[in-house]
T-cell receptor
């Protein structure tokens, strides 16, 4: 079945460590790609998005993601995490057959320890 | 401006009862979405409204689920004859238009069916 995969379910890091969260999708054709974040007790917020153009996208709070079309991937990165980055991170895709429907990955829980 | 609001924030009900969940989208947003976030299932698309067009109901899990959007603004998600597996957080999102625009999420309604 067509889907969005996040292979890291739970990531534990110390502050200042580098972060990379994987996201792969299985839709052919043109897709829109998103990373959302859900901080403890808060609602989902957009971190960054890719529609077209430069495949390296910069978002809020120092996050960036790279779209690699040949690998069907949109991995999220941050060079140096902070304790305040502790949250759940969701990759999402609008598939080419329905650009109004967000298909989410199962999420990655990130815990950052001081 | 105000974000997406949802009410109630929490709802506890008994199996077999009907529940109504409300969503107030961001003013001026023509597209409105409902998702369900349940343990182990991640975020699932339920239904999508765009303006006065017929809604995309393709994600509704059963005919016990229905939704309406009155006057192109407020939306109500109704679950009839609730079951324990309906326990989840129900999220509403809105976007300025359709076609892959960023979706802005509300805080969700946490539903517990006993």
């Amino acid at each position: 079945a067509q889907s969005v995969s996040q292979h890291n379910h739970h990531v534990i890091l110390s502050e200042a460590a580098s972060l990379e969260l994987g996201c792969n999708y299985s839709y052919g054709g043109t897709v829109n790609l998103f990373w959302y974040v859900q901080y403890p007790g808060q609602h989902l917020q957009l971190l960054l998005k890719y529609f077209s153009g430069d495949p390296l996208v910069k978002g809020i709070k120092g996050f960036e993601a790279e779209f690699i079309k040949s690998k069907f991937s949109f991995n999220l990165r941050k060079p140096s995490v902070q304790w305040s980055d502790t949250a759940e991170y969701f990759c999402a895709v609008t598939p080419p057959f329905n650009t109004d429907k967000l298909i989410f990955g199962t999420g990655t829980r990130l815990q950052v320890f001081p | 401006g105000a974000g997406v609001s949802q009410s109630p924030s929490n709802k506890v009900t008994e199996k077999g009862k009907d529940v109504e969940l409300r969503c107030d989208p961001i003013s001026g947003h023509t597209a409105l979405y409902w998702y369900r976030q349940s343990l182990g299932q991640g975020l699932e698309f339920l239904i999508y409204f765009q303006g006065n067009s017929a809604p995309d109901k393709s994600g509704l899990p059963s005919d016990r689920f229905s939704a309406e959007r009155t006057g192109g603004s407020v939306s109500t998600l109704t679950i009839q004859r609730t079951q324990q597996e309906d326990s989840a957080v129900y999220l509403c999102a809105s976007s300025p238009s359709s076609g892959g625009e960023t979706q802005y999420f509300g805080p969700g309604t946490r539903l517990l069916v006993l």
